[in-house]
């Protein structure tokens, strides 16, 4: 009779560990899954608003503008798991843009696109360099670092529009068309997915998660910390070069300054998409649906005619609410 108390003491915590992470499991799916919910509602309520939303004309368009945001978005994603930040995408893709149209004019587009890349690889090597071998705060090494690359952009280009309106072969980049989508979409598809399948397929992915959810236990565990981070920085640098060459195709023109707003537009499309600004959490899925969000809301505004005035608050209001969610979440969690 003693020995069975005794057995029902000692699996009553076991028990109760076993339905406390249960009962966790509904908060931790809903909150993966939260950002669908106000997205689909915005977009049926766009679509039943106004009719043109629905056009596949008008949802190619949507995807075309935003492929270059949802690349370096989902490579951001990347870094932000891994408990970094890169500030310095918006730079490099203006960089990028400018590089490689100015190499484009006497040489051909193919030549423009590797050496952009090239430079992109380049700058995210040194951003995870910087911020892990020298221990500097991520933040503010690759906010340094966009003003070195913005200042090198304006110096190669003098502060000049670059224009390739009359260059078919860069333009063939991003606007050929493969069953009635360009390749800047393609393109945007094969890297999403590409990084989406590294993050939750492979081990490099599950160290990203383990870099930033408890450095030191990765540190315990033998994970080469230095090591994930710069290629974790190093894909970010990759993706922004490859966003300013697929955008720069689109355009065909580029500008030193064509990238000021882009880290915080691409900061904000991964945080509302649910990833923790922390570190540690997050899904390249959940970006590409944060990014779309946001340029819903973008794309609402134009065709409803209402003040543009109102669509920087709201997104204000939205980053506030996400990222006001993701500290209440961490505050809960055991």
Known sequence: MADSVKSQDRATPAVLAVISALLRQPARLWRSAAILMPFLALFIALAVASPPFLSKTNLLN?????????????????????????????????????????????????????????????????NGIV???????SLIATLAMSFIVSGLAARISNGNLI???????????????FLTIRTSIWTM??????????????????????????????RLAGVRINAIRVVAFTLSGFAAALGGVIDTSRVLSAQANNGSTLAFTVLA??????????????????????VLF?????????????????????????????????????????
């Open 131 to 137: 911020s892990t071998l020298f221990r500097i705060n």
């Open 269 to 290: 499309g991964i945080v509302v998409g649910g990833t923790s600004i922390l570190g540690g959490e997050g899904a390249i899925w959940r970006t590409v649906v944060g």
């Open 62 to 126: 949507i995807l075309d503008q935003q492929a270059a945001t949802l690349i370096i978005a989902a490579a951001g994603t990347l870094v932000l798991i891994s408990g970094g930040l890169d500030l310095s995408v918006g730079a490099t893709y203006a960089l990028a843009g400018v590089a490689s149209a100015m190499v484009a004019q006497h040489h051909p587009a193919l030549l423009g696109a590797l050496i952009a890349v090239a430079i992109g690889i380049g700058i995210g090597v040194v």
């Open 189 to 218: 598809l094969v890297v999403v997915l590409a990084l989406g399948f590294l993050l939750a397929r492979t081990t490099f992915g599950r160290y990203l998660y383990a870099v930033g959810g408890n450095i030191e236990a990765a």
């Open 294 to 334: 946001i340029a819903l809301i973008g794309n609402g505004f134009d065709l409803l005619g209402l003040n543009p005035l109102y669509q920087q608050m709201t997104l204000g209001a939205i980053l506030l609410l996400a990222v006001g969610i993701d500290a209440w979440y961490r505050l809960r969690q055991p």
């Open 163 to 177: 224009v390739l309106t009359s260059n078919r072969e860069y333009a063939r980049i991003a606007q050929t068309e």
